[in-house]
C-alpha cells in the first residue's frame, strides 16, 4: 500500500515513479536528489495507495558536495487514522553519522503512528542507531528475517506506534538491493 524507493531515475522524458505508480495503480510523489543538464535526475519516491494529505522535505547535511540528500516527511491519510512516513537515503561516506542523527532526531519527534522507511547505509550494529531503538522503537524486520540477512542489511523500516504483524523480503532483482517489505496494524 505504501511504497518508499531510492535512486529513481527521472529523465526529460519519463519518471521511474511515475511509471511504476501508474501500472500498480498508486498515486506518487517524486523528491529529487540530483540534477543533470538543468533536470531532475534521480531521486526518492513514495507510492501509495492512500492518499498523502501534505508532505515536506528537508535538506541533509553534504560535506561532499556531490549530491545532496534529503529526508521527506509525509502524512498519509488512512482513512481511519493519519500515518506519518519518513523516507529517506543516506551517504555511504564521510558526513552519514551526522545525517543519520539527523534523521533519526526528526523521526523521534514525528507523533506516532508513525513509519521510517529507507536505505540508511547503517548495520545493525551502528551505536547511534542502537541507542534510538532502545528508546522502543520496532525494527519491524527484525523479526522477519533470517539472522544473516539482517545482520548484512542497510535498508531499515523503523516503526513507532503502531504494531508488526508480519513481513520479509524478496532477493535482488532490478534494484541492487533485497525488497523489505512488512505488515503493520495502525
Not at 541507542?131 to 522502543?136: A, E, F, I, Q, V
Not at 522503537?137 to 506506534?161: F, N, Q, T, Y
Request: charged share 20%.
Amino acid at each position: 500500500d505504501i511504497v518508499a524507493l531510492q535512486e529513481v531515475r527521472a529523465g526529460r522524458r519519463r519518471n521511474q515513479a511515475g511509471q511504476l505508480a501508474q501500472s500498480l495503480q498508486l498515486g506518487w510523489l517524486f523528491v529529487p536528489t540530483l540534477r543533470r543538464w538543468y533536470r531532475n535526475y534521480r531521486g526518492n519516491a513514495l507510492l501509495s495507495r492512500f492518499p498523502v494529505s501534505r508532505w515536506r522535505t528537508h535538506m541533509l547535511p553534504n560535506i561532499t558536495g556531490r549530491r545532496y540528500r534529503v529526508f521527506t516527511v509525509a502524512e498519509v491519510d488512512l482513512g481511519h487514522a493519519a500515518l506519518t512516513v519518513l523516507f529517506t537515503h543516506l551517504h555511504t561516506r564521510q558526513g552519514r553519522e551526522q545525517q543519520l542523527e539527523m534523521v533519526l532526531e526528526h523521526f523521534r519527534g514525528l507523533a506516532p503512528p508513525a513509519v521510517l522507511l529507507g536505505d540508511l547505509n547503517t548495520g545493525i550494529g551502528d551505536p547511534l542507531l542502537a541507542r534510538y531503538l532502545s528508546t522502543g522503537w520496532v525494527d519491524a524486520l527484525s523479526g522477519v528475517l533470517e539472522p544473516a540477512e539482517s545482520a548484512s542489511r542497510v535498508d531499515w523500516i523503523l516503526v513507532r506506534g503502531a504494531v508488526v504483524r508480519g513481513g520479509g523480503s524478496t532477493g535482488v532483482g532490478a534494484s541492487d538491493h533485497p525488497c523489505y517489505w512488512v505488515e503493520v496494524k495502525v
